[in-house]
């Protein structure tokens, strides 16, 4: 089957760094996702990757390693506005996205 | 750029009542668009994947005669609920996937707002 997995929950500080892990198991690999989801609001694209490698754009880097199936978000200075949710989507064989669960993440002062 | 609309962004109606949703994609064409449902906590899940001019692709466990969807043109994407009842209240999100040259497969998705839909 597959499967996408996340952390449930995470908290950082403000001004801290933080690093959110995504695991998969897919049926071939188009491509991995990161979107960042407010309460209550539709996601909103972060980042793609599809080669190996940290693609970096501003605060926020996302890494990919296909032969372990890993890729990591990494979040800098943190602000108290990243409090939300980030979801991790890969694209399948048939060009399906799969979602993970998305993990929460809670920034405290 | 890739702003996607979506309208109403919530909906309060009575059971047995039908709810059109609509989803434009305001500064790109965009040949295929998702339907997406999420309860509370919980992830997104995939209702279909529409195509303009053709029939949309449902996802199993979806009922195609309860969830309308029309692709009429390569900006506007419908969702119709028609006779709705409280099990169906959900936040509703469409998203579009901008063109990328020969092969728009791998393009980001970008969602709408939402919508959300509450029956009583």
């Known amino acids: 089957g597959q499967n996408i997995d996340q952390p449930t929950e995470m908290t950082a500080t403000e001004g801290a760094i933080v690093q959110i892990n995504c695991t998969y198991q897919t049926s071939g690999f188009n491509g991995l996702f990161w979107y960042q989801q407010h309460a209550g609001e539709a996601p909103t694209f972060l980042s793609y990757n599809v080669l190996d490698g940290l693609e970096e754009k501003g605060r926020f880097s996302s890494f990919l390693s296909r032969s372990k199936g890993y890729s990591y978000l990494l979040l800098k200075e943190l602000q108290m506005k990243d409090s939300a949710s980030y979801l991790c989507a890969v694209m399948d064989s048939n060009y399906q996205l799969i979602w993970g669960a998305g993990t929460k993440l809670i920034i405290k002062p | 750029g890739a702003v996607v609309s979506q309208h109403p962004s919530w909906v309060i109606c009575k059971s047995g009542t039908s709810v059109k949703i609509e989803c434009r994609s305001l500064d790109f064409q965009a040949t295929t668009m998702f339907w997406y449902r999420q309860f509370p906590k919980q992830s997104l899940m995939l209702m279909a994947t529409s195509n303009e001019g053709s029939k949309a692709t449902y996802e199993q466990g979806v009922e195609k005669d309860k969830f309308l969807i029309n692709h009429a043109s390569l900006t506007l994407s419908t969702l119709t609920v028609t006779s709705a009842h409280p099990e169906d209240s959900s936040f509703y999100i469409c998203?579009?996937?901008?063109?990328?040259?020969?092969?728009?497969?791998?393009?980001?998705?970008?969602f709408g707002d939402g919508t959300r839909l509450s029956i009583l």
């Open positions: 998203s579009a996937r901008t063109q990328g040259g020969s092969d728009d497969s791998n393009q980001p998705q970008h």
